[in-house]
Antibody, heavy 121, light 111 residues
Framework: QVQLQESGPGLVKPSQTLSLTCTVSGGSISSGDYYWSWIRQPPGKGLEWIGYIYYSGSTYYNPSLKSRVTISVDTSKNQFSLKLSSVTAADTAVYYC?????????????WGQGTLVTVSS | QSVLTQPPSASGTPGQRVTISCSGSSSNIGSNTVNWYQQLPGTAPKLLIYSNNQRPSGVPDRFSGSKSGTSASLAISGLQSEDEADYYCAAWDDSLNGHVVFGGGTKLTVL
């Protein structure tokens, strides 16, 4: 059973870079079965897909965030990471990492518990 | 404004059957499969239905999904109090090099 856990600062100042890491356990990030995704949810609002990375390093990003997003992977640590630059209050959200199946259906079958990141001075 | 359109709310009484709709376009639901997620209060979303109508192991058969054209539906039969949650549809969208899009979510209330 794959488990995911987000970690990182809960408070980021406006214009700075938000950085989060997701640690995968119960399976290898290099197994090839999954893309590794980031999804966010502003307080009281719906879900927004940020993007995913494959263990090889190939990435896909949400076009609306692409200019500010970088997702990277560290297979030696079984971790992948999110960086979101030039943040504003609109980036305040619960950030989830999740596995995205490579079966052609893009379902997110395993999720982390989520971490709230607040953008405020 | 979400790419996929869901009603903001739905309700039903215990034992009833309720359906939640999800409307999209030719670039998403019209050409790709639909997934559904259940989010209980204060928790992470949980995969409920994938590939339009497939249930992951452990999901009760009270939950079912369907797709027709550019719309999809989630049906919950034998409604139970523990089904009170937010429900989201999602699909791959082929536009702009491709990305996942979600519906805005439907809050289901069990009366």
């Amino acid at each position: 059973q794959v488990q995911l856990q987000e970690s990182g600062p809960g408070l980021v100042k406006p214009s700075q870079t938000l950085s989060l890491t997701c640690t995968v356990s119960g399976g290898s990030i290099s197994s090839g079965d999954y893309y590794w995704s980031w999804i966010r949810q502003p307080p009281g609002k719906g879900l927004e897909w940020i993007g995913y990375i494959y263990y090889s390093g190939s990435t896909y990003y949400n076009p609306s965030l692409k200019s500010r997003v970088t997702i990277s992977v560290d297979t030696s640590k079984n971790q992948f990471s999110l960086k979101l630059s030039s943040v504003t209050a609109a980036d305040t959200a619960v950030y989830y990492c999740a596995s995205e199946a490579r079966d052609g259906y893009n379902e997110h079958d395993y999720w982390g518990q989520g971490t709230l990141v607040t953008v405020s001075s | 404004q979400s790419v996929l359109t869901q009603p903001p709310s739905a309700s039903g009484t215990p034992g009833q059957r309720v359906t939640i709709s999800c409307s999209g376009s030719s670039s998403n639901i019209g050409s790709n499969t639909v997934n559904w997620y259940q989010q209980l209060p204060g928790t992470a979303p949980k995969l409920l239905i994938y590939s339009n109508n497939q249930r992951p192991s452990g999901v009760p058969d009270r939950f079912s999904g369907s797709k027709s054209g550019t719309s999809a539906s989630l049906a919950i039969s034998g409604l139970q109090s523990e089904d009170e949650a937010d429900y989201y549809c999602a699909a791959w969208d082929d536009s702009l090099n491709g990305h996942v899009v979600f519906g805005g979510g439907t809050k289901l209330t069990v009366l």
